[in-house]
């Protein structure tokens, strides 16, 4: 029987594998999702169906009881929630993962305590779990907005450091001394918690899928220590798996925005724009109303909409597809021009934009499209900021100088929706607002637009 | 001490294998991905490390049925990690589901 279990769980993992593979492509992608899925199933079935010796009768309903409850709330929390909320969701399930590894450390501590390799991979599985967990909080009330903002303690670089020097220092007492102490477990729970909170809180919310997809590798080894814990292979694979593809996915992020990972980490955009207070852009901005930018629109013969957070946040993706297809029933060229970064995480815009059923052929990646916005009419950028902001090109000390940005400032007339003047993320001025052929449609994106397709309609 | 760590690692070399091997399959099947399946590909990854609820699971079929707090715990683990795989599969389920409409529109 138990040479079965093995043979499943070398099946799961080899399901783990070939479905994050399937993941990488868009044709295959939900595929590989569902052979993921199907894998974990039968790890899990074979885990409990498998299990050698007695076991009472209470554990199993347990344990049914847990399945059953998780299964319902995970799947009902999943298929309701909006899709603009989806990122706070992944940080909110990758959290449970994380304090599901932890609660696995608390219980075994005491069955190990005289076999130190053991209660060493106990300490690392709980310290990981625990940061995991807390931080993913963080993170998830960062991006529903019950925390917006970056809150930095003094000196917090080096509170962290010297907190999470620590933490680690502990969990080698914890390891070399061979207590069975468990207060002392409590108290590595405790640091470990409380680093996972001040690691997340100094950082901003425009960083916070970074956060998100290198807190999820640290899910992922969290669970292959407790592979190790129990010689376990599928846990092993899987954790493994997870906390290699994760730390790549988090550089790529990375690389997208152009920061290395330290920036992102120990915070820079919110302290340089600090040193020059006040030097920003200046000049006259000139605001249109939205019956202009539909007169303006009717008679382009190329539009590119560059959507942005703000265009999520007022969940305007319904309205600017309205839009778009007025626009092309009046013979006019529209296209969307997606920045690898906009939204709230990568690839985010593309899947809000799809849910309001635009056309996969109209969204245009960065390098493809700046070399037409010189024969582009009119760009609308839509809550987008700092992806638009000719700073990244033009000054040097500039936070963002050096991130790729989309060339709007080349097209023929720019209009920005924004709901005021405030500056974007990186909590920069944006001197396209100042351009002579860029003009402001003050409002929320979604009555700013309803109004531009309402005064359409009229013409 | 060392040498419990040493004789730990020496028993479970295969595991060793496994750890440094799996690390380059991670590296080589992300590589190269389009930014536009990044968020995607987060959460189809953040569903799969959801396997821990194995340990958990492990964890609940050997407490000892009189020790309340093993098996609350344990309860909480199992409760969560089902979360973690459920909710995670299920989420990106949702986000890959708009990707497949689009090229029949």
Not at chain 1, 77 to 88: G, I, L
Request: hydrophobic share 55%.
């Amino acid at each position: 029987m138990e040479y079965i279990k093995e043979i499943i769980y070398l099946i799961a993992s080899v399901t783990f594998v070939a479905g994050l593979k399937l993941l990488g492509n868009p044709n295959s992608a939900r595929k590989g999702n569902l052979y993921a899925a199907a894998g974990m199933i039968l790890a899990i079935a074979a885990t409990l169906i498998l299990h050698e010796g007695e076991v009472a009768t209470i554990v199993y309903v347990l344990i049914f009881a847990a399945i059953a409850l998780g299964t319902i709330v995970g799947w009902m929390t999943a298929r309701k929630v909006k899709m603009t909320q989806m990122p706070e969701l992944v940080s909110l399930f990758n959290g449970m993962g994380g304090a599901c590894a932890a609660l696995i450390s608390m219980i075994e501590f005491e069955h190990y305590t005289d076999q130190p390799s053991k209660v060493a991979m106990i300490a690392a599985g709980m310290v990981i779990g625990s940061v995991s967990f807390s931080g993913s909080m963080i993170a998830f009330m960062k991006l529903n907005g019950t925390m917006n903002k970056a809150i930095r303690l003094p000196k917090y670089n080096i509170l962290n450091t010297v907190l999470m020097i620590a933490v680690v220092a502990f969990a080698v007492y914890l390891v070399a001394s061979g207590t069975d102490n468990v207060l002392l477990v409590y108290t590595l729970l405790a640091l470990a918690l409380l680093y996972g909170v001040l690691f997340v809180i100094p950082i901003g919310g425009a960083d916070m899928p970074v956060v998100i997809s290198l807190l999820n590798s640290f899910t992922g080894l969290a669970a292959a220590f407790g592979g190790f814990l129990y010689g376990n292979m599928v846990m092993l694979t899987g954790g493994i798996l997870v906390g290699s593809a994760g730390t790549i996915l988090t550089l790529a992020m990375c690389n997208a925005m152009n920061r290395p990972l330290w920036n992102v980490i120990f915070g820079a955009f919110g302290e340089q724009s600090a040193a020059g207070p006040g030097e920003g852009p200046t000049g006259n901005i000139k605001e249109v109303m939205a019956g202009d930018v539909a007169i303006l629109m009717n008679y382009a013969q190329r539009v590119v909409i560059v959507p942005g957070y703000g265009l999520a946040v007022a969940q305007a993706q319904h309205a600017i597809h309205d839009l778009e297809q007025i626009l092309v029933s009046r013979g006019v060229e529209v296209k969307y021009a997606i920045h690898p970064v906009a939204g709230r995480m990568p690839g985010h815009m593309n899947v809000l934009l799809a849910e309001s059923n635009v056309a996969y052929e109209k969204l245009v990646e960065m390098e493809d499209i700046n070399p037409e916005f010189p024969n582009t009419d009119v760009v609308l950028v839509v809550g987008a900021n700092d992806v638009v902001n000719p700073a990244a090109h033009n000054d040097p000390s500039s936070p963002i100088y050096g991130m790729p940005i989309l060339d709007v400032e080349n097209a023929k007339q720019v209009i920005v929706n924004k709901r005021s003047m405030k500056p974007g993320y990186a909590g920069i001025e944006n001197e396209l607002f100042f351009h002579d052929n860029t003009s402001m449609l003050f409002g929320d994106a979604k009555a700013a637009i309803n109004k531009v397709i309402a005064e359409l309609k009229d013409m | 001490m060392l040498e419990n760590i040493v004789n730990f690692l020496g028993e479970n070399i295969q595991m060793g294998y496994i750890l440094i091997l799996m690390i380059f399959v991670g590296v080589e099947v992300i590589g190269n991905v389009p930014a536009v399946l990044h968020t995607p590909l987060m959460s189809g990854a953040n569903a799969i490390h959801g396997v821990v609820i194995v340990g958990a699971i492990i964890v609940m079929l050997d407490t000892d049925p009189s020790n309340i707090a093993a098996l609350v715990l344990g309860f909480l683990a199992v409760l969560l990690g089902t979360l973690n795989v459920v909710g995670g599969f299920a989420v990106t389920d949702r986000m890959l589901e708009m990707f497949k409409k689009k090229p029949g529109k």
